[in-house]
């Protein structure tokens, strides 16, 4: 889909896409439309008793004397209750009215969309941001449908004052929303094309973006002790790889931000074998490395100011003769031993060894863990939340307000000594879960902590909103990228 940034102007051809707010009069081109038609909008707003709140949408044929053939009138709500959320959120809105479209073009003009950070010209790029983020699809094996494309739609126009100054502040948002494409794809792929060293290699593409990445195999992370990584992929096929992505967008004396990814391309829970019912959602168990990748994809794509190392933890969990077995005992980088109680509790493994490699190589001012962790926090939080574990207040309330303002929520749960010493070994220094099946969530979060040293830390438990089976406003059903628009608004806000 094409997004084209225009000069204010009556559309000839195509659809018109208009706005009104609660309690306000039809402005712009809406009253333009209404008075050129002898108040045909008024007419249909009375019939309809459309009184322009939030959610609210009128779809008219358009009058004669027009040219274009068709008008979706939406409701915007109050005036003051415009965000850059609700802004971003109206657009896929747009994109979602216009996926049957049979027209080539569609034209969108909301004036006065300015908010207290935001001017027009930038509120407007915000709705364009919106509606390119819900026009991805994965349809890529779909092959009978690719000759049937539903809409025929191929250029979105957003009508304002200053196109040059609306594209200029739309450059940014393109390459954030490309970065969340890039994760939504890895993703979404089956696990028979993304695997380690397949996903590996796609990362080696960011080189282009003068983004560094360096690919550790097997025999290396051997070498640095990396035995609680190495001990989840032995049973397949499949190498084990560590991938590290620099972008060095700062001075060269700023520690880097670090960022680190499970990414286990696909889980069968080993020998603790996972049901059959659903292991093929197993696929995403990587979404915390799609998140890395997508991320730095996201910063070298706008240039970010900032120094961020991504690191993503590769690996395939399956059973076999040379797997690993509930009781091994396993010594990990760190030096601390870790009993295997539950080869399907791997994912916390793969992290142990990350995070300890990234904090003792990187020595990072903050360091964000990410990973499609336990079905106990979702559980707890559902689809609505992923969980914040953190052992700093000031970083966990930055990515809170980070998630608030994109709409990708996190909810903090607590850590502390009870849990701490619920993973307590009789035989190791620790065991890969706790002693039963409550608080599952904040005991994984608690093993981890043990890998981080003093490093300001956070980790996201995004197992419940990685993957969504209805869609969300700025998605659709599948891969959600959730994390990215995170951690690239929390890096903007305060590293830049």
Not at 170 to 192: C, Y
Not at 360 to 384: C, H, Y
Not at 474 to 483: D, P, W
């Amino acid at each position: 889909m094409k997004i084209d940034f225009l000069d204010r102007g009556f559309a000839t051809e195509g659809t018109l896409v208009i706005r009104a707010f609660e309690g306000k009069k039809l402005q712009g081109i809406a009253a333009d439309v209404d008075k050129k038609t002898d108040g045909s909008l008024t007419r249909a707003i009375a019939a309809k008793d459309f009184k322009g709140k939030k959610d609210e949408a009128i779809r008219l044929i358009a009058p004669n004397g027009l040219k274009i053939s068709e008008i979706i009138l939406f409701g915007l709500g109050k005036e003051s209750d415009i965000t850059p959320l609700s802004l971003e959120e109206l657009g896929a809105k747009v994109t979602a009215a216009l996926e049957r479209c049979k027209d080539k073009s569609a034209f969108i003009h909301f004036p006065a969309l300015s908010t207290k950070t935001l001017d027009e010209n930038t509120a407007t790029a915000h709705v364009a941001y919106g509606a390119l983020l819900r026009t991805w699809k994965f349809d890529k094996y779909q092959t009978k449908k690719k000759d049937q494309p539903a809409c025929a739609l191929k250029t979105l126009g957003f009508m304002t004052d200053s196109p040059k100054a609306a594209k200029k502040a739309f450059e940014p948002l393109n390459h954030i929303a490309e970065g969340v494409f890039l994760t939504r794809h890895v993703v979404s792929e089956p696990p028979n094309v993304i695997y380690p060293e397949s996903l590996a290699k796609i990362a080696k593409d960011l080189k282009k973006l003068g983004v560094g990445v360096e690919v550790l195999n097997e025999s290396q992370m051997k070498k640095l002790g990396m035995n609680a990584l190495l001990g989840v992929g032995q049973g397949s096929i499949r190498d084990s790889q560590l991938v590290v992505l620099t972008w060095k967008g700062g001075p060269k004396n700023q520690a880097p931000l670090a960022v680190v990814g499970k990414g286990v391309t696909f889980d069968t829970g080993g020998i603790s074998l996972k049901p059959a019912q659903d292991m093929d959602d197993m696929k995403y168990d990587m979404a915390g490395s799609g998140v890395v990748l997508g991320l730095i994809r996201a910063l070298a794509g706008r240039k970010a100011k900032v120094n961020v190392v991504g690191v993503m933890g590769l690996t395939e969990n399956m059973p076999s003769g040379s797997a690993q077995r509930p009781g091994d005992i396993v010594t990990s980088m760190s030096g601390q031993t870790i009993e295997i109680l539950n080869t399907d509790a791997e994912g916390r493994l793969v992290l142990a060894d990350a995070l300890w490699y990234t904090q003792s190589r990187f020595k990072p001012q903050a360091m964000i863990d990410l990973a499609t962790l336990t079905g106990a926090i979702v559980v707890s939080l559902g689809s609505e939340y992923a969980g914040l574990f953190s052992n700093d207040d000031t970083l966990a309330e930055r990515l809170k307000s980070a998630g608030d303002i994109t709409g990708e929520k996190l909810w903090r749960l607590p850590l502390g000594d009870a849990y701490d010493k619920d993973i307590d070994s009789v035989v190791a220094d620790v065991k890969n879960i706790g002693s039963g099946r409550g608080a599952g969530s904040i005991t994984a979060a608690q093993f981890l902590q043990r890998f981080v040293n003093d490093v300001p830390w956070a980790h996201l438990d995004i197992a419940g909103t990685a993957w969504d089976k209805k869609g969300r406003p700025l998605s659709v059903k599948g891969a959600t990228a959730f994390g990215v628009r995170l951690l690239n608004q929390w890096i903007q806000t305060h590293y830049e």
